[in-house]
């Protein structure tokens, strides 16, 4: 797939879990700043995408697109969002010879030549032929992603697959590496490749005949599915930032009335987006784990830039910069977020609460998950009712979710103006539950 049609189709994904069948055609298409015709034509590619990932099951098996990334607790364990990851960077005619150059190779060690023969012969008829440019091309990417590697170094040039690791270890071994493999895919950021890891060990598991109730000794419930949508952008903003390049790219921040703008490529159709187009040197990637969210902070003509990375669409490199520059603008931007609870550059304040301990004091769970997720706050006093804890950071907008999600057990003393908030929000959310 192109570049622009994935970012289109991950923002259409997005919705469509998000607003759980809630809007009509028109309301989706209107909401995504596309045609109805371009809604009907991606929602086609996302079914015939789905289509041949489970060609492989029988008929009664068959995943249907609606079913496959329907929202229910029980039936979405499996992050089907990946299906963008398995399909989004190969072509047709590029699937075909591909398959045909692995096959070859994972039977014995090949030549280039030798491959351009196979496909000549393998191919239909009515499929255009490659030349040596475009098989050489084909094996140095096999060889950069790690599929298949040199087995001489001299030329010419023998490859070889790289599945020593599954042919050496026993079948234990890779019972072992498959849980670890998936423990941590269900449990680290990111995760996509470790989800395409744990599909290829399946796949080689169940080729064995291994039974697949063996194979799937856990169940996951996936909650955040933009986690995965945004892993995307993210190396590629990565890669800008470890080769200290600026990007540019098309945003729509949240409270835009659109989320994707396709590309005006004839000047006689131009028209005006609601997304704006930025120009950033990206300095850090921040991932917010309570509410599955990236954020890129970078540095732009206004100083420190923060951007949700769900909203950035049409992603390009740009110029390089000095490595003294983004020393200095890292620096900068380090001393900017350095009481930061995530992501907030505001004035420091310092944040005093109390913590009720719990009537039975055998285990304090709340003192337990304080001293876990509360990051620099220190505990200042104690006594065997309470504790307070105290910690310094920028603003109180970030840290209010935190604290107000242990409900009675936390009460705020310091600052005054935050006390008043919450006793107020305390006050809005006791009225919905007056008797009617």
Known sequence: MARESFDKEIQFLRMLVLTSGAYNRQQFAKRLGISVHTFDKTLRRLKDIVSTMYQQLPQDQGIEFAEAIRFNYYESTDPMLLLLFRAKSLKVSESERLSLLLAALNERECTAMDLIDLCCKSLPSDAPLPDEKTIRSDLKYLEEVGVIRKASSTRPYRYRMENDLVREL???????????????????????????????????????????????????????????????????????????????????????????????????FERETEGRTEQTLPLKIVYDHQYGRWYLLSHGREGIRKYRMEGMTQIEEGEEVSEEFIQERTHTLEEKIRYSWLIDTGDPVTVRARFYSPEKPERNFVKERVLLQGQWGQIVSEDEHSFIYEITVNGTTEIKPWLRSFGSSCEILEPIRFRREMIAEWKEIQAYYEPV
């Open 170 to 268: 026993t079948d234990d071994e890779l019972h072992d590496l498959y849980d670890f493999v998936d423990v941590m895919a269900n449990t680290q950021v990111p995760s996509v490749q470790g989800y395409l890891l744990r599909d290829g060990l399946k796949k080689h598991l169940l080729r064995t005949r291994t039974d697949r109730q063996a194979v799937e000794p856990f169940l996951y419930k996936y909650h955040y599915y933009s986690r995965i949508l945004d892993e995307a952008h993210l190396f590629t903003l990565l890669h800008a930032i470890r080769h200290r390049r600026k990007v540019h790219f098309l945003y729509f921040s949240p409270k835009a009335d659109k989320s994707y703008a396709s590309q005006n490529t004839n000047p006689l």
